[in-house]
T-cell receptor, first 116, second 114 residues
């Protein structure tokens, strides 16, 4: 079974609108971390936001917020006020267990296109 | 601040030729280091990780190998490339301190094996 599932291969949004990118995860470990990365056409993976399994509040970083629903095992990324520069691939990733060496498992990604 | 470098940026190699990709990190000490591969239109697959000099863990058995000769240097190698080795190779680092677990990625190397 996939540990990270991103069901949206592609998403379209108009500039200045908000968009939600879905991510569900599968783990039986009580300690885990969830990450979102952005990959523009240049290829570099850019870290956006992190949520720990024990964090009480949803993570926020500027225009990015993570809608963490632990019981549903979902960690959706919300981008508010989309910009043209937000067009990119977005990957959800999970770290399971103790963070000693912190290997990540990535989803297959969602391509976001922002139109003027 | 920390920076991570990878080279070369792009590489075209014939089948059966050797490979050496290099990754270096600046501005930190004793980082954890990672090699990932991304096939076209796919997610990232972890290949190797290292928690210290000379310490390499392999996630996927294949004709690739990794070495960490210095604290902030991570090398990905192959003796004989296969067509299936084509892809985008990303190096990443994170702090050795366990409370700082975010991985930060380098610019990547695009490898095409012909």
């Amino acid at each position: 079974a996939q540990k990270i599932t991103q069901t949206q291969p592609g998403m379209f949004v108009q500039e200045k609108e908000a968009v939600t990118l879905d991510c569900t995860y599968d783990t039986s470990d009580p300690s885990y971390g969830l990450f979102w990365y952005k990959q523009p056409s240049s290829g570099e993976m850019i870290f956006l936001i992190y949520q720990g399994s024990y964090d009480q509040q949803n993570a926020t970083e500027g225009r990015y917020s993570l809608n963490f629903q632990k019981a549903r095992k979902s960690a959706n990324l919300v981008i508010s006020a989309s910009q043209l520069g937000d067009s990119a691939m977005y990957f959800c990733a999970m770290r399971e267990g103790g963070s000693g060496y912190s290997t990540l498992t990535f989803g297959k990604g969602t391509m976001l296109l922002v139109s003027p | 601040s920390q920076t991570i470098h990878q080279w070369p940026a792009t590489l075209v190699q014939p089948v059966g030729s050797p490979l050496s990709l290099e990754c270096t990190v600046e501005g930190t000490s004793n980082p954890n280091l990672y090699w990932y591969r991304q096939a076209a239109g796919r997610g990232l697959q972890l290949l190797f990780y290292s928690v210290g000099i000379g310490q390499i863990s392999s996630e996927v058995p294949q004709n690739l190998s990794a070495s960490r000769p210095q604290d902030r240097q991570f090398i990905l190698s192959s003796k004989k490339l296969l067509l299936s080795d084509s892809g985008f190779y990303l190096c990443a680092w994170r702090h050795g301190i366990t409370t700082k677990e975010t991985q930060y990625f380098g610019p990547g190397t695009r490898l095409l094996v012909l």
